[in-house]
């Protein structure tokens, strides 16, 4: 892979991994359209390039995890029944991307598959959120009201995501609103609970497509996505938590209806 694409694609990743708008669909439209054509070394690429983002959220909740470190091996509470959650609402998708995740990849890594999600979830976040602003409805804010029963809601809603287009961030926050939490505090479970999800899906796609990513790709590109994906994901995951708390998801909701739209107009022409 040129090195000029693999910084594109990085900066792409970086910027859309925690926007609710589907990094992956993002980074599948951006190869098609450079030229790179569906191979199984460029979807490889755009599972693998999400590490430098699961670093991002490492880094900027750097503090929250030594606590929790700390926690755990104090055996305080809070953080058992931090991690409790984490682990369940990691469980559902890693099952059902286990029994899936191969025909997911198969049928659903090309533009209209993301087209169409793009449309159906940004309508879904436009609905959702004047439904809460309507209702005047804000929930509980703090990880410490992230329940099992809630983060099992989580999980499930995460699941969702495993189809391109989606958007992890997306789904994981609706389903945390609709659980009861707030915006932000669901946003910051998401963020959280990325590290297990995308950690065990990149290094598993990391290890099983290895031979073809350093021939195809190379080591060089693969190193510079990944590093410009973690930097620019590291200067976007604050700016987001801030700009979601004051408007909420439907900008991004309009975003995604007009982005799906000239992808399907694009590929249909």
């Not at 946003?187 to 796609?205: I, N, V």
Request: aromatic share 8%; with cysteine.
């Amino acid at each position: 892979m040129p090195i000029f694409i693999s910084l594109i694609l990085g900066v792409i990743e970086g910027l859309t991994e925690y926007l609710p708008v589907s990094s992956t669909g993002h980074l599948i439209v951006a190869e098609r359209a450079l030229g790179l054509g569906k191979s199984e070394a460029s979807d490889a690429f755009a599972i693998v390039v999400q590490f430098g983002a699961i670093l991002a959220v490492a880094v900027q909740y750097r503090a929250l995890l030594l606590g929790l470190a700390r926690g755990l091996a104090e055996r305080r509470p809070d953080s058992l029944r931090l991690l409790g959650a984490l682990a369940i609402g990691f469980v559902p998708v890693a099952v059902i991307g286990k029994l899936a995740g191969k025909a997911i990849k198969s049928h659903l890594f090309g533009t209209t598959p993301v087209a169409i999600a793009l449309i159906a979830g940004g309508l879904i976040m436009i609905v959702s959120e004047r439904v809460r602003a309507a209702r005047k409805i804000t929930g509980r804010d703090g990880l410490e009201h992230v329940t099992a029963k809630r983060a099992l809601i989580i999980g499930a809603g995460q699941c969702f995501a495993l189809v391109p287009g989606t958007s992890r961030s997306m789904a994981t926050i609706l389903a945390g609103q609709l659980a009861g939490l707030s915006t932000r505090t669901a946003a910051e479970f998401s963020f959280l609970l990325g590290l297990p999800t995308l950690g065990a899906a990149t290094l598993y796609e990391a290890w099983k497509s290895r031979h073809v990513l350093l021939h195809d790709i190379g080591a060089e590109s693969l190193a510079l996505g990944v590093t410009v994906s973690f930097l620019v994901a590291w200067a976007v995951i604050a700016a987001f938590v801030r700009y979601l708390t004051r408007r909420g998801l439907e900008p991004f909701g309009v975003y995604r209806v007009a982005m799906g739209a000239l992808v399907l107009w694009m590929t249909l022409r």
